[in-house]
């Protein structure tokens, strides 16, 4: 009685291979692809990122050649903390790690230049913001 089901699961053993042969095969293929889109989702995802990264700090770059230029002509068209601030946002998009964009401060420092041109657009009585994205980068990622 023992040899009876032995003969049944070799008959249905070709079966079951065919069936795991299709599946990892099915499987090896998915994966195959959905690395392929990903990585090309992946790389569109990282290009408009890093335009709309670019695009904002030259706004703030483009903003302190200007006030740069109006100190240069006149040591007086600011006051002294004003021009203290102008300095430090220079540091600060100086500092920012343009060819880096894995590093993990990199969200900091964008939140620091923006405080700081805040700071300075307010101490000059002035309304300039950025305006080529969203305010808010949860709402950019859900664009996405």
Request: hydrophobic share 35%; aromatic share 8%.
């Amino acid at each position: 009685m023992d040899q009876q089901p032995k003969i049944e699961a070799d008959f249905l053993d070709p079966t079951l291979l065919l069936d795991e042969t299709h599946y990892q095969e099915g499987y090896k293929n998915g994966y195959n692809d959905g690395l392929a889109s990903g990585k090309e989702e992946g790389r569109q995802v990282g290009l408009k990122m890093g335009f709309q990264a670019g695009e904002e700090l030259g706004f703030f770059q483009g903003c302190l050649d200007v006030w740069t230029s109006a100190i240069l002509i006149d040591q007086n068209a600011f006051s002294a903390r004003v021009r203290k601030n102008i300095e430090q946002l220079a540091a600060l998009v100086g500092s920012y790690p343009l060819s880096d964009p894995e590093n993990e401060q990199i969200q900091d420092v964008m939140e620091k230049i923006r405080l700081k041109f805040r700071v300075i657009t307010a101490s000059l009585g002035v309304k300039l913001e950025y305006e080529g994205h969203p305010t808010s980068s949860k709402q950019d990622v859900e664009d996405l």
